[in-house]
Each structure stands twice: as C-alpha cells, then as structure tokens.
C-alpha cells in the first residue's frame, strides 16, 4: 500500500487545492512550465518511486539538475496541458548551414547540407527517407549503448520532437565499409553538453530497408515458407542423423530452417533413452514446462485424462491452444514402435488457409473474425483461451481488404479441445440467417476441415523406434491412425519449446551461416562498436 499512499499524496486533496491561493497555482505553474518530463520528477523527500525516471535514462541528462518541489494536482494538470498543445504544434524544418564540409562526401543531395527531419540516404541507388528519430533512436553508440550488456542508456521518449539530422555517407577507409555519420540538432542533452554524433554502417541502414520492404508494416520477420500438399512433401520431407543434429551446428541449422519453411522435420538414430528428449531440446533452448511436465509419455491408458493416450483415432489439430501462449514446437520420440496401426498424419494449415483466401475470400474472413473458445477443464485444471482460427499479422490496410492482404502468423485448429462458444457469440446467433456469423463460421469451418482432411493434403508416415518427430505447432496439424495396444506397446516422449526460444537459436545459427540479413548487420555493428571499430 506504500505506493498507492505515495501516489495519493503526490496529487493532494480537492480540500488542500481549494486553500491553495491563485498566486501561488501561477508560481508553481511556472516552475513547471519548462517541460513535462521534469514536472514527473517528484523530491526524495516525498518519495518514493512514483515518477522517478529510470537510472539508464539518466546518463544522457544534465549533471547539474535543480532539485524539484513535491508534485501537486495543479501542477501536474498544468504540465500535462502543456505538453498536449506542444505535442500538437507543428514542428518547422531546421535548415542551417552545416558546420563545415566532410571530406569525401559522396552524393548528398542539395537538401542534406542543412538539418532536417527526414533527411535522404542513397541506397543501392535510390533515395530513401530516413526519419530522424528513428536515426537518433537507432543510434548503437557506447554513450546511448552500454557495450557490456548491450541495453540502451536512454528512452525513446527523450528524443525531443524537432530533432533535426544533418547527413553524411562516407566511403570506407582501405577499401573498408562505408557508413553514415548524422550530426544531431535539438538532440537529447549530454551530461558534458558536447556535441553528439551517430555513425551507422550504411550495410545497416540497407538491410533495415529491405527488412521494412519485406514486412510492409509487420513488426517481425515473416517465415519463408513452402505451402505443402502430400506430393510436395514427398519431395520436401527434412531427415537428420541425431549424431549430426547434436554435434554440427551446421545440421541444427538445417532443421530449423526446415521447420521455418515447412513446420515439418525428422531426426533418425535417436538413442533408446527416454532421457535423450532433453537433451535434444535443450540443444536449442529450455523446454517448455507445462502441467504435463518437462517431458511426458504417450501411452496406451484405459483412464487417459487425454484423447491422445488412447489407442482410438486421432483427428488433425493442435496441442494447448486452451493457453495464452500455446509451444511453437512439438517433439515426439518413438521409443516403442510394436503394435499395429498408429501411423502418424499430418497436414499443411497454412496452406489450406490460403487457398481459402484465394478460393472463398469470405470463408477466410470467417475464420480470420470469427472468435473460437479452447478449454481444458480435467484432472484439477481448468484452462480456457478464446482465439480466431487465422490469426494474421498486423497491416497499415483496415476491413477486410486489410483481412484479405495480412499475412498469416499462425493458425489455431484443435476439435478435441473446443469449448462452448462464448455468450456473445450466442448472442449474435439469435439473428437472422443473412447476417448470422455463427452460421457464416460453420460454413467456413467445414469448408477449412475438408481441405485440411483431403487425402491429397494430407502426408502420413509410420514412427519407428529411434525416430524423433519435430514440427511447428502453430501451423502443422498432427493426427494419428488407431492402433491395437493389445498386440504391442507403442510409446512415444513427448516435449515442448516455445517460439522465443526458437527464434532466437534460429537468429544466432543466421549470424554464423547467413551474411546478408538484418541480425546480422545489427550484430556486426554492435561487436564493430565494442571493438571500437567505429568510433563514437
């Protein structure tokens, strides 16, 4: 409770305020009319944290600070419209006279020779606006970067609003790397009030280019994926040597990038060991942990808790969409492979998502909408989660042409683990079938369920013992035929790994075996900056 009374003190009574004399409203009005960040700077001696800026924000502010007096409502109301009209004022260009020519400039246009907003970089021939906020944001320098942990020393929200950039592309020293030096104007203060610089690798600037060409308003990098059908796995299908897999990064990287681009991978020659699961998904990263533990058993139980330990046919879906954040990927290890029956399915969700979207435009806008509940309600747990079947990524397009145009992200399809529909849902049902979405959803339901359940779409294969499974469980359906757990036992270890975890082996391995790409651009800059390559 000790915030909740810092806070309520911070702001005072209406009784207090009413005392309060209007000569002294307009004294404390003044001291904060120098900026709203200040004015959220409360004393030590009324405390507490609320409002105290964060410690990394710090080294780019002035050494000598006056101490502020205790907040008040007045105050803080004051300010706060302060800042509102300021942000609302329209920000003029600066255009002043560079302080000096670089030596061997190359190509600046004539509007570079002044500070600017949006000042032009050429890449790969073409002229191409850089926001200077994002420069200035961008800026990896060890005063705005601290080169031990790599976390940056300010927030965004300090960058003022008329910064203005000056721009110069300098080529590379011995043939070396060009880069771009930015001279700021109106930047965030230094502790010693010199003059700060930027210098970014124009290799950066480039790859954050393409990066924002490719995504076109997505916030994170797409999977190249190949669409699949059984005749294309055929062909497609990724087999590794677990020997391989575990000692050559070379080979990991290979399968995560099966699994980026199909969802679908194999390892072969895993050790008869139920204990060799975690070491095969900790050599990307720490297993998710769930209710059914680190590692779990498929098995054959005539009191299962779960469809899938019985030795019944199991229809395609996907695993804990009853969760916020349902695991990226699945393994399964067949440890006991005897009885007869119990051949694996699986099928491309993606790719029946979108021949939705080209085929039956309004079936993939039913799924994309359309909210669908999971649960999970057994064994002293009950957990519940709503999602739309497609769930795309963001775009700058709105309605359903923006619905139509998104890419996929995942997809969430799981029939054993659906639950009632929410109340709202029930709701919209009661109107007429013309506009019934309920309905609209059925249609596009069974229209996604045939195409997911066609025998062309669909690619089985028989686990043997010392076959481990891996795929995406955000995008491919698993399923399994009915086996006779009388004739035979059939195990398999079962394991989890989240998408974090995924990406981030993934981005590390593109360091080391992709040269053109983002990560690796950024990384480069980093290690360049820590080894003083370039100076700050």
Known sequence: ???????????????????????????????????????????????GDVGKPAQMSSTLRPEKEQKQPALSSVNLDSALQKLLLDLGKKQEP?????????????RDPPSQRGFIKRPDIEIDGESVKFDSVFLRDACRCARCVDPSTTQKLFSTSDIPLDIAAQVMVYPGHDEGESYVQVVWQNDIPTPDGTQHTSQFPLSYLKAVYKQMEKLSGVSEDLPDRLLWTRDVMDKHSSWTQYKDYMEKDGQLW???????????AFLQGVPDDENAMNEIVQRIGTIRDTFYGLTWNVRSDPNAKNVAYTQDYLGLHMDLLYMTNPPHLQFLHSLRARSPGGTSLFSDSVY???????????????????????????????????????????????GEAGLLSAPIKCINWSPPFQGPFTERVSHLSAKDDAGNVLREYLKAAK?????????????????????LVIFDNRRTLHAREAFDASAGERWLKGAYLDDDVYRSKLRELRLNFVQESYDHSLRAWERSVQDAKIPS
Not at 14 to 41: M, V, W
Not at 94 to 106: A, N
């Open 1 to 47: 409770m000790r915030n909740v009374g810092s806070v309520r003190a911070h702001w005072g009574s209406s009784q207090q305020l009413k005392q309060q004399s209007s000569a002294e409203q307009r004294a404390d009005n003044a001291k904060y009319n120098t900026g709203f960040n200040a004015s959220l700077h409360p004393s030590a001696e009324h405390g």
């Open 94 to 106: 600066f255009m002043l006279k560079p302080q000096g020519e670089p030596l061997q400039v190359r």
């Open 254 to 264: 290979k399968v995560l990038e099966d699994l980026n681009r199909t969802g679908l």
């Open 352 to 398: 029946a998502a979108e021949m939705l979207r080209e085929k039956a435009p309004k079936y993939f806008v039913a799924l994309a909408t359309f909210p669908v509940t999971y649960h999970y309600a057994n064994a002293g747990h009950y957990y519940r989660y709503t999602r739309p079947t497609i769930e795309l990524y963001p775009t700058r397009t709105k």
């Open 447 to 467: 229209a996604f369920s045939w195409l997911l359940n066609s025998p062309e779409n669909v690619w089985k294969y028989r686990l043997q013992e010392g076959d």
